[in-house]
C-alpha cells in the first residue's frame, strides 16, 4: 500500500473564512478521483470535546458514530464526502494535554520532564498520524483550528512544522487568508495576506498553495502579485469568491484546479477529472426549484442559526430533492405563548421542534406543539423535541395535566420522561450522556418504517432522558404509537401519531446522518408530507424522489 499522504488547512488574517468548506470541498474533489480520504479537526480550546460547550460559545455540537462530541465541522465534514467521522477525527488541546498527563502519570516518560516540545508536539503528531495508519487512507486532510497567530495555536503549527520535515513529498500545506476590499480606495488589498504568510513563514512553515477568499472576484494580477510576495507557486494560489450556497465550493476550486495542483506536488496520479455528476445534479435541481416550502422551527436559540446547523442543512437538502426552496423560520420558543402562536407559526407547511436542554423555553415548545397538533400540521420533533410533544400528548389527550420530564420538574406527579437509569450514577458532565450510534427496530406499517423502507436502521443519540416505559400502554391507547425502540435497551426512539398527517417525535438526532448525496429518509418524509406532494389535489409526485432516498 502506498504512503498516507497527509495536507494541513491553515488559517489566518480573520477567523471564520471558511476553512472547513475548504477542506471538504478538497476532500471532496479527491474522493471523487477515487482517493480514500477523511477529513480531522485539532482544535486549540483546552476543553476536552465540544459536549460541555455552550452554543452561543461554539455552535452545534455534533456527535460523531463513536459517541464522540465534536465541532459543528465535521458535519461539513460528513455532508460533503458521505463519510462517518469517529473521535479521531475532533482532537482538542484539552484532549492532548489530558492525554500527555495521563502518560507523565502513569510513569511513560520515566521521570523525565514533560515539555510542549517535544512530548506534547508528539502527541498531535500522532493523532495525525495514526488515523491515517489506522484506517488505510489514501488522504488525511487535517483542519487546525483557529488563525496563526494566536498562542493557543503554537502547539499544533510547531507540530505541523516538524511533519513537514520528517514527511516531505507526503506532506502537503494549505493557507486560507482575507482578502478585503476598501470601498473608499476601490481596490482589494493584500497586504494582511503577506503578513499572515509571514507569520507562517516565522513559524518555519511555507504553504504550498493560498486560497484567498474574498466578497469579488480577483483578477490575475492579484493572484500573480501575492504568489511573488508569498513564494508561492503561481498556479497555486487560488480564490474563494462568495457563492449562493457552500454546496458550489467544490466546483468553484476544481475550475482552478486545486486538485490537480495538490496532486501534482503529493506526486500522485491525476486520473481522470471527475464529472461530479450526483453532485451537480443537486445544485441543478436547487437551481431550478421554485415552489417554497415554509418550516417553522421552534428552539430556544432561535438568534444563534450554527447551534441547529445540521437540521437546516438536512431541510434544506431535502427541500431540495423535492424541487423546494426552503424558506426556514427559526422561532424562539421562549417568546411563544397561548396568544400570539396562531401569528408566530403562520404560513407553515410543518414545524420542526428542536433539540435542546433545560427548562428555559420549554413551555412555549409546548403551546407550539398542541397548535401545530390540533391544526394537523406536519410536525417533526427531534430529541427533547421528541419529548415535548410526549409531554404534551400526556398532558392534552391522556388527561395527565402534572405530566413533565424529570430534568424540568424531579417532584413532578407523572414522570412521563425520565432520567435513564444508567445515568443516575454519573456524577461528571463531559461525554455522560447516551451518546453515538445505536440500533432502532421500526414497526412495520409505521410511519418511521415508510420512510427508512426497513424495520432496522441506526441512528446517533446524545440525551439523558428517556420516555418512561411505565406509561406506554396508556399512551399507546390513547393515540400515540411507539413505532420505533431500541432492541437491547427497549428504550423508545420514535413515536407517531398515525391519524394525523405527519406526526413524528425521534429521541434520537436524524440529521447527524443526512448527507447531500444520501439525505435522511425522515426529513425526505417530512418535507414531502409538507409540501403536499402525492396528496389528493395536488401535483402529484415528483420522479426521481422517494421517501426511502438516503
Same mark, same amino acid.
Given at each position: 500500500?502506498?504512503?498516507?499522504?497527509?495536507?494541513?488547512?491553515?488559517?489566518? #488574517?480573520?477567523?471564520?473564512?471558511?476553512?472547513?468548506?475548504?477542506?471538504?470541498?478538497?476532500?471532496?474533489?479527491?474522493?471523487?478521483r477515487?482517493?480514500?480520504?477523511?477529513?480531522?479537526?485539532?482544535?486549540p480550546?483546552?476543553?476536552?470535546?465540544?459536549?460541555?460547550?455552550n452554543?452561543?460559545?461554539h455552535?452545534?455540537?455534533?456527535?460523531?458514530?463513536?459517541?464522540?462530541?465534536?465541532?459543528?465541522?465535521?458535519?461539513?465534514?460528513?455532508?460533503?464526502?458521505?463519510?462517518?467521522?469517529?473521535?479521531?477525527?475532533?482532537?482538542?488541546?484539552?484532549?492532548?494535554?489530558?492525554?500527555?498527563?495521563?502518560?507523565?502519570?502513569?510513569?511513560?516518560?520515566?521521570?523525565?520532564?514533560?515539555q510542549?516540545?517535544?512530548?506534547?508536539?508528539?502527541?498531535?503528531?500522532?493523532?495525525?498520524?495514526?488515523?491515517?495508519?489506522?484506517?488505510?487512507?489514501?488522504?488525511?486532510?487535517?483542519?487546525?483550528?483557529?488563525?496563526?497567530?494566536?498562542?493557543?495555536?503554537?502547539?499544533?503549527?510547531e507540530?505541523?512544522r516538524?511533519?513537514?520535515?520528517?514527511?516531505?513529498?507526503?506532506?502537503?500545506?494549505?493557507h486560507l487568508t482575507y482578502?478585503?476590499?476598501?470601498?473608499a480606495?476601490?481596490?482589494?488589498?493584500?497586504?494582511?495576506?503577506?503578513?499572515?504568510?509571514?507569520?507562517?513563514?516565522?513559524?518555519?512553515?511555507?504553504?504550498?498553495?493560498l486560497?484567498?477568499?474574498?466578497?469579488r472576484?480577483?483578477?490575475?494580477?492579484?493572484?500573480?502579485? #501575492?504568489a511573488?510576495?508569498?513564494?508561492?507557486?503561481q498556479?497555486?494560489?487560488?480564490?474563494?469568491?462568495?457563492?449562493?450556497?457552500?454546496?458550489?465550493?467544490?466546483?468553484?476550486?476544481?475550475?482552478?484546479g486545486?486538485d490537480?495542483?495538490?496532486?501534482?506536488?503529493?506526486?500522485?496520479?491525476?486520473?481522470?477529472k471527475?464529472?461530479?455528476?450526483s453532485?451537480?445534479?443537486?445544485?441543478?435541481?436547487?437551481?431550478?426549484?421554485?415552489?417554497?416550502?415554509?418550516?417553522?422551527?421552534?428552539g430556544?436559540?432561535?438568534?444563534l442559526?450554527?447551534? @441547529?446547523?445540521?437540521?437546516h442543512?438536512?431541510?434544506?437538502?431535502?427541500?431540495? @430533492?423535492?424541487?423546494?426552496?426552503?424558506?426556514?423560520?427559526?422561532?424562539?420558543?421562549?417568546?411563544?405563548?397561548?396568544s400570539?402562536?396562531?401569528?408566530?407559526?403562520?404560513?407553515?407547511?410543518?414545524?420542526?421542534?428542536?433539540?435542546?436542554?433545560?427548562?428555559?423555553?420549554?413551555?412555549?415548545k409546548?403551546v407550539?406543539?398542541?397548535?401545530?397538533?390540533?391544526?394537523?400540521?406536519?410536525?417533526?420533533?427531534?430529541?427533547?423535541?421528541?419529548?415535548c410533544?410526549?409531554?404534551?400528548?400526556a398532558r392534552s389527550?391522556?388527561?395527565l395535566?402534572?405530566?413533565?420530564?424529570?430534568?424540568?420538574?424531579?417532584?413532578?406527579?407523572?414522570?412521563?420522561?425520565?432520567?435513564?437509569?444508567?445515568?443516575?450514577?454519573?456524577?461528571?458532565?463531559?461525554?455522560?450522556?447516551?451518546? %453515538?450510534?445505536?440500533d432502532?427496530v421500526?414497526?412495520?406499517?409505521?410511519?418511521?418504517?415508510?420512510?427508512?423502507g426497513?424495520?432496522?436502521?441506526?441512528?446517533?443519540?446524545?440525551?439523558?432522558?428517556?420516555?418512561?416505559n411505565?406509561?406506554?400502554?396508556q399512551?399507546?391507547?390513547?393515540?400515540?404509537?411507539c413505532?420505533?425502540?431500541?432492541?437491547e435497551s427497549?428504550?423508545?426512539?420514535?413515536?407517531?401519531v398515525p391519524?394525523?398527517?405527519?406526526y413524528?417525535?425521534?429521541?434520537?438526532?436524524?440529521?447527524?446522518?443526512?448527507? #447531500?448525496?444520501?439525505?435522511?429518509?425522515?426529513?425526505?418524509?417530512?418535507?414531502?408530507?409538507?409540501s403536499?406532494?402525492?396528496?389528493?389535489?395536488?401535483?402529484g409526485?415528483?420522479?426521481?424522489v %422517494?421517501?426511502?432516498?438516503?
Amino acid at each position: 500500500m502506498a504512503e498516507t499522504k497527509y495536507i494541513f488547512v491553515t488559517g489566518g #488574517v480573520v477567523s471564520s473564512l471558511g476553512k472547513g468548506i475548504i477542506a471538504s470541498s478538497l476532500g471532496k474533489l479527491l474522493q471523487a478521483r477515487g482517493y480514500r480520504v477523511t477529513i480531522q479537526k485539532f482544535d486549540p480550546y483546552i476543553n476536552v470535546d465540544s459536549g460541555t460547550l455552550n452554543p452561543y460559545e461554539h455552535g452545534e455540537c455534533y456527535v460523531t458514530v463513536d459517541g464522540h462530541e465534536g465541532d459543528l465541522d465535521l458535519g461539513h465534514y460528513e455532508r460533503f464526502l458521505n463519510i462517518q467521522t469517529t473521535k479521531d477525527n475532533n482532537i482538542t488541546a484539552g484532549r492532548i494535554y489530558q492525554n500527555v498527563i495521563f502518560k507523565e502519570r502513569r510513569g511513560d516518560y520515566l521521570g523525565k520532564t514533560v515539555q510542549v516540545i517535544p512530548h506534547i508536539t508528539d502527541e498531535i503528531k500522532r493523532n495525525i498520524k495514526s488515523l491515517g495508519i489506522k484506517h488505510k487512507f489514501d488522504i488525511v486532510i487535517t483542519e487546525i483550528g483557529g488563525t496563526v497567530g494566536d498562542i493557543e495555536s503554537t502547539p499544533f503549527l510547531e507540530a505541523v512544522r516538524q511533519l513537514r520535515r520528517e514527511l516531505g513529498r507526503n506532506c502537503f500545506c494549505l493557507h486560507l487568508t482575507y482578502v478585503p476590499y476598501l470601498s473608499a480606495a476601490g481596490e482589494v488589498k493584500t497586504k494582511p495576506t503577506q503578513h499572515s504568510v509571514k507569520e507562517l513563514q516565522s513559524l518555519g512553515i511555507q504553504p504550498d498553495m493560498l486560497v484567498l477568499r474574498t466578497e469579488r472576484k480577483l483578477g490575475d494580477d492579484i493572484l500573480d502579485k #501575492v504568489a511573488l510576495f508569498c513564494n508561492v507557486d503561481q498556479g497555486a494560489v487560488m480564490q474563494s469568491v462568495d457563492v449562493s450556497t457552500i454546496y458550489e465550493v467544490p466546483l468553484m476550486i476544481q475550475r482552478q484546479g486545486m486538485d490537480e495542483v495538490v496532486l501534482r506536488k503529493l506526486n500522485m496520479p491525476l486520473g481522470d477529472k471527475p464529472a461530479m455528476e450526483s453532485w451537480m445534479a443537486f445544485l441543478q435541481k436547487r437551481k431550478e426549484a421554485t415552489q417554497e416550502v415554509c418550516i417553522k422551527l421552534v428552539g430556544k436559540y432561535a438568534e444563534l442559526p450554527d447551534a @441547529y446547523k445540521s437540521i437546516h442543512e438536512s431541510l434544506s437538502q431535502a427541500a431540495i @430533492y423535492h424541487d423546494r426552496k426552503l424558506v426556514l423560520d427559526v422561532c424562539h420558543s421562549e417568546q411563544i405563548n397561548d396568544s400570539n402562536v396562531a401569528d408566530v407559526l403562520k404560513g407553515a407547511d410543518g414545524v420542526v421542534i428542536a433539540p435542546g436542554f433545560g427548562q428555559r423555553g420549554i413551555e412555549g415548545k409546548f403551546v407550539a406543539i398542541r397548535y401545530a397538533r390540533e391544526q394537523n400540521l406536519p410536525t417533526f420533533g427531534i430529541c427533547l423535541g421528541m419529548q415535548c410533544m410526549v409531554i404534551e400528548y400526556a398532558r392534552s389527550v391522556m388527561n395527565l395535566p402534572g405530566a413533565n420530564s424529570t430534568e424540568m420538574n424531579p417532584k413532578t406527579e407523572d414522570p412521563i420522561i425520565d432520567f435513564m437509569e444508567h445515568q443516575k450514577a454519573i456524577t461528571s458532565m463531559g461525554a455522560s450522556m447516551r451518546l %453515538g450510534e445505536y440500533d432502532c427496530v421500526l414497526k412495520e406499517g409505521s410511519l418511521a418504517f415508510k420512510a427508512y423502507g426497513k424495520t432496522r436502521i441506526k441512528e446517533r443519540h446524545r440525551h439523558r432522558y428517556e420516555l418512561n416505559n411505565c406509561y406506554l400502554e396508556q399512551l399507546e391507547a390513547a393515540g400515540m404509537k411507539c413505532s420505533g425502540i431500541n432492541p437491547e435497551s427497549s428504550l423508545v426512539e420514535v413515536v407517531e401519531v398515525p391519524g394525523l398527517r405527519w406526526y413524528l417525535g425521534t429521541q434520537f438526532h436524524p440529521e447527524f446522518t443526512s448527507t #447531500v448525496v444520501s439525505p435522511n429518509p425522515l426529513f425526505m418524509s417530512f418535507i414531502r408530507a409538507a409540501s403536499r406532494i402525492g396528496e389528493k389535489g395536488t401535483a402529484g409526485e415528483k420522479s426521481g424522489v %422517494g421517501e426511502g432516498n438516503g
